[in-house]
């Protein structure tokens, strides 16, 4: 029964005044009331389900007394299907298959209603309803907070949604709501959801924070526009857009995400206008698929927390940026795969770690009147079928001001480059381009760098004040067809450049002459000699066979049993797919962890053979690297290093010694950065081609993980490599005296038990390298002391004596 009573008035003619007077139930106060009247509704819990047919006011007391609970054990507490108002009413559901206040027809006003419930919706809005909804609060942590559906629409503002337990506001089913100052947070699935064909949503001066999922998911055709609104600390991305979503963003604000700012897939469109995009954890805008589309308008994209390019375009997708700033970040734009293409428009690109624009993988990026300055590099054009336009440009303080790499073949007009550290522009790895009314100034390097085999052309350009030489061309440039580059009507106040001969067809070319370049000397050009016929591979071994010499080895039983799993987990996949079945992915990729002299090396290679042997890889191999296989001297030649190194080892195992120190701790401008980045890539591009370990000390390894999320997330697992023992070590120079015919004497293997167990285990102590060196020591001392006998019987010749040890250190 309902606690309280409820007071009908009206002020109208005496039939209606009739009417006056206290009901016992709200349900008999709404059937007696007709549109117009008033229902004032006295302090209590009301156990009903209340429907408002009728264009009533239905209120709480005035004055505070009280607050009005509707609260029914199970179904709708409230539905209108009247334009009804309703005002100061606690709203409270307990059905899970349905909402707290059902909103079905007409265009009532629902004022300063408190809805605390658990319901499948606390405001679901559907039909032909247009309320208008001002100052009401949801908290509904078992399902959405504000669901507007079918088709309906109103206008609700300065509401809040408290909690939920799904999305903070859904829109679908072609519902297109206006949200107006509303506050949207603490919800556990996306903070607003607009989906479905014909489906929109309108919001001024909303915020939308502290979501566990994404801040605003539009998909499947739906529209949205927000102004002066801001999206922050989601746990996921802040924006997503799918399947031919459509959004513009004019004022907003997007920030503290740990994922991409912004995330649009297949065929979405998105419009940034004087938007900010700051403190994000993977790209800024990140752009997918062919159709898609983002433009932004005097927007700033600025201060990235992870090692992300702030703007990412692939898969076809195209990126349009004017007058807008991206600063702060570890790489500016990057635009990569045949189709992709970014235009960049009076643009200020500054504070950038590592490349300031880069375009691979047969993209496409025009850059016009726009500024990069304090970057690792300008622009990096990487490989063949990437290109567009640099045209009017200025690239200041930088390491290297634009990079031509692998055919790619850009063309770079009236762009200058001031004080360079390295090169202005270096092209190197049959790269093209070319470089038109372009400047150098200041260069701590050479103006142009054009290294053997690149055939790129340089008209009317202008290099002053560099410090090694204006020009440098391995080929020596031409005038002709030839396989270096073309020069003409260029000039340099450097004395190394030299007019060319006056019968020089055309018109004035210059040529550097032949100094030292950024590797070393050019070498001479030598006639290419056939190449000699490939070893034929031999067969790999049988997995078994591998397992048994893994299982030789001393000690290392935590590590063997961790390939063994591995193994396990492949060869069952790779069964149960020919089973037709589906197999769990197995990430291949490992970490070795532990100090020198343990192992990693040997089961590196043992691993490689067990996937070789598996049909994981093709041969099984291993290539080992460390930091000075894969970093260069200057920018571009680091990319080139690393990707050599990935192709010796297509088919078999990359072995990174010593990983950390591609990532030192003081790193600044360090070129190990370049060579993570490329590795990165590489494994994400040719996942199946390679297996890849990084091994190094535990302590080191960890920080390096740490402070690069892109590499730890393409690794399965960390392998630990234990120090060895006494023991362990003892059984290493039994194994190698047996090996090499050597015996220990009674009394030998207790004095190298005592011998291991006082070695100091300092930065020097080797491990298993260690009791590698001590039989070696034995050697040569029996050598010594076998060498002055003039008849050795065999037991002088093989037995190896306790005085044989060399002298603790």
């Known amino acids: 029964m309902a606690q309280g009573t409820v007071q009908v008035t009206h002020t109208g003619t005496s039939r209606w005044r009739r009417r006056t007077g206290e009901y016992a139930s709200l349900a008999a106060a709404l059937e007696a009331a007709a549109d117009g009247d008033v229902l004032t509704v006295a302090p209590g819990t009301y156990r009903e389900n209340l429907v408002i047919r009728r264009a009533v006011t239905l209120r709480g007391p005035e004055g505070g007394a009280g607050p009005v609970r509707i609260a029914p054990v199970d179904g709708v507490p409230l539905t209108v299907r009247a334009s009804a108002t309703l005002q100061d009413l606690h709203v409270e559901g307990q059905d899970a298959a349905a909402p707290a206040l059902l909103v079905e027809e007409g265009t009532p006003e629902l004022l300063d209603l408190r809805i605390v419930t658990r319901s499948a919706a606390g405001i679901e809005v559907r039909g032909a309803a247009r309320p208008t909804v001002r100052r009401c609060t949801v908290d ?25 337990g799904q999305s903070g506001v859904s829109v679908r089913g072609g519902a297109h709501p206006r949200l107006e100052r509303c506050r949207i947070h603490h919800a556990s699935g996306a903070g607003i959801t607009v989906n479905g064909e014909g489906s929109g949503l309108e919001g001024v001066g909303c915020e939308v924070y502290e979501i566990k999922g994404t801040g605003l998911q539009i998909a499947a055709r739906a529209t949205a526009h927000l102004s002066d609104s801001s999206v922050h600390r989601t746990s996921a991305d802040g924006i997503t857009l799918d399947t031919d979503a459509v959004l513009t963003l004019s004022d907003c604000d997007i920030h503290d995400i740990p994922e991409n700012a912004v995330d649009l897939r297949s065929r979405s469109v998105l419009t940034l206008t004087r938007s900010t995009v700051r403190r994000f954890g993977r790209n800024g805008l990140s752009v997918w698929d062919p159709g898609t589309r983002v433009d932004a308008n005097q927007c700033e994209i600025h201060d990235s927390t992870g090692d992300y390019p702030a703007v990412w375009v692939s898969d076809g997708a195209t990126a349009v940026l004017d007058s807008c700033r991206v600063h702060d970040v570890p790489d500016a734009l990057f635009v990569l795969d045949r189709g992709s293409r970014a235009d960049v428009v009076d643009c200020d690109l500054s504070q950038v770690r590592n490349t300031a624009v880069s375009v691979s993988d047969g993209a496409t990026a025009q850059l016009d009147d726009c500024r990069i300055r304090e970057a690792s590099t300008g622009a990096w054009f990487r490989d063949h079928g990437s290109g567009g336009t640099l045209a009017g440009c200025t690239i200041d303080g930088v390491q290297t001001g634009v990079i031509v790499t692998k055919g790619a ?25 070319s470089f038109v009314g372009c400047r150098v100034t200041g260069s701590g390097g050479y103006g142009f760098h054009v290294m053997d085999g690149c055939r790129t052309t340089l008209r009317g350009c202008r290099t002053e004040r560099c410090a090694r030489a204006g020009y440098e061309f391995a080929d020596g440039g031409s005038a002709g067809e030839g396989s270096g580059p073309v020069v003409e009507d260029c000039t340099s106040d450097e004395s190394g450049v030299r007019k060319a001969p006056a019968d020089s067809a055309g018109a004035t070319v210059l040529t550097a002459t032949q100094t030292p370049g950024l590797l070393g000397n050019v070498p001479v050009p030598r006639t290419a000699a056939a190449p000699p016929p490939a070893p034929t591979p031999e067969p790999a071994r049988a997995s078994t066979d591998v397992l048994g010499e893994l299982d030789a080895l001393v000690g290392l039983e935590s590590v063997k049993h961790e390939v063994r799993t591995l193994t396990n987990m492949i060869e069952v996949g790779r069964r149960r797919q020919e089973a037709g079945l589906k197999a769990a992915s197995v990430r291949r990729h490992l970490v070795f962890t532990g100090n020198p002299g343990t192992g990693k090396t040997t089961v590196a290679r043992l691993y490689g053979e067990i996937l070789a042997s598996l049909g994981v890889l093709e041969r099984g191999h291993l290539v080992e690297v460390s930091r000075v296989d894969l970093v260069g001297e200057h920018i571009g030649s680091t990319a080139i290093r690393t990707q050599e190194a990935f192709d010796r080892a297509r088919g078999g195992v990359l072995f990174v010694d010593e990983a950390y120190a591609l990532s030192p701790e003081d790193s600044g401008r360090d070129f190990g950065r370049e060579a993570i980045d490329t590795l990165v890539k590489l494994m994400e591009d040719h996942r199946d081609a390679v297996v890849v370990i990084v091994a190094g000390y535990t302590a080191e390894m960890e920080r390096f993980l740490t402070v690069n999320p892109g590499v730890a997330s393409r690794f399965s697992r960390t392998i630990s490599f234990s120090d060895y023992v006494p023991d362990e070590l003892l059984r290493i120079v039994e194994q190698q005296a047996d090996e090499h015919e ?12 005592k011998y291991f167990t006082e070695l100091p285990k300092g930065p020097a102590f080797g491990n298993g390298r260690t009791a590698r060196q001590t039989f070696e020591s034995m050697v040569e001392r029996h050598a010594g002391r076998v060498a002055v006998l003039a008849d050795a019987s065999t037991d002088d010749l093989t037995l190896l004596y306790p005085e044989d040890l060399p002298e603790l250190p």
Do not use: K, Q
């Open 409 to 433: 073949d850009p063309t770079i007009e009236r762009c200058t480059v001031t004080t360079p550290a390295e090169a202005g522009f270096y092209v190197s790895a049959e790269g093209r381009g």
């Open 140 to 164: 509904n942590p078992a399902g959405v907070g504000i669901a507007v559906l079918d088709g309906a629409g109103g206008v609700f503002e300065e509401c809040e949604v408290v909690a939920a």
């Open 742 to 753: 050597y015996r220990l004497a009674e009394g030998t293997g207790e004095a190298l038990r």
